[in-house]
């Protein structure tokens, strides 16, 4: 079973620029999730999609933080301006049951 | 306010030895515990989980325990090798998160051989 592809796994941006990341989940697996993980924390979760429909976006910082999960299957995350503190790694996940969760190798965003 | 504390954020043991990682959760529906390893550079990796409905999961050398009354589960790693030198997470699902992963900050386990 392929796992959860993502890329790009670096970024370097300078700040009040933008940026999109991508995401693949595992076939099958309709949830998909994006995470924030800023250093020496857990991640956060920043998104959930339930198919192509949003789940839970309350933690989204929806002024600058986007997300789209258009046909259900692969997903992107944009950040327009970036700021210094977006600075993280961004972790997507999928599941299929909420009991099982298979993480992507993240994309380490530095900002500026 | 965290719901999932990890409260040490480092741990050192001789290879050989027994590793114990513990975690605390404030929230009493969370009904599933999982505990992810992650290494420099890649994605967490699942390691364990544990239903509320159970108070022990084992699986090889992992151990996760599971304290209900004391809102307390704790990893144990026996024998601890090198190579479990890793960022371990504790993480909880249910109590109204909707299915997602709620994290603790993590203990950083250093294995010396």
């Known amino acids: 079973e392929a796992g959860v592809a993502q890329s790009p796994r670096y970024k370097i941006i300078e700040k009040r620029q933008s940026v999109a990341f991508w995401c693949n989940p595992i076939?099958?697996?309709?949830?998909l999730y994006w995470y924030q993980q800023i250093l020496g924390q857990g991640p956060k979760l920043l998104i959930q999609?339930?198919?192509?429909?949003?789940?839970?976006d309350s933690q989204l910082p929806k002024d600058r933080f986007s997300a789209e999960r258009l046909k259900g299957v692969d997903s992107t995350l944009k950040i327009q301006p970036a700021k210094l503190e977006d600075s993280a790694v961004y972790l997507c996940?999928?599941?299929?049951?909420?009991?099982?969760?298979?993480f992507g190798s993240g994309t380490r965003l530095t900002v500026v | 306010d965290q719901q999932v504390k990890q409260n040490s954020p480092s741990l050192s043991v001789q290879e050989g030895r027994i590793s114990i990682l513990n975690c605390d959760y404030t929230?009493?529906?969370?009904?599933?515990f999982l505990w992810y390893k992650k290494y420099p550079a890649e994605g967490p990796t699942f390691l364990i989980s544990i239903s509320s409905i159970k108070d022990k999961n084992e699986d090889g050398r992992f151990t996760v325990f599971l304290n209900k009354s004391a809102k307390h589960l704790s990893l144990h790693i026996v024998p601890s090798q090198p190579g479990d030198s890793a960022v371990y997470f504790c993480a909880a699902v249910g109590g109204g998160s909707q299915g997602n992963l709620i994290f603790g900050k993590g203990t950083k386990l250093s294995v010396k051989p």
């Open positions: 996940a999928s599941s299929h049951n909420m009991v099982s969760y298979t």
């Open positions: 999609f339930q198919n192509n429909g949003v789940v839970d």
């Open positions: 076939s099958g697996h309709a949830t």
């Open positions: 929230n009493s529906m969370f009904d599933y």
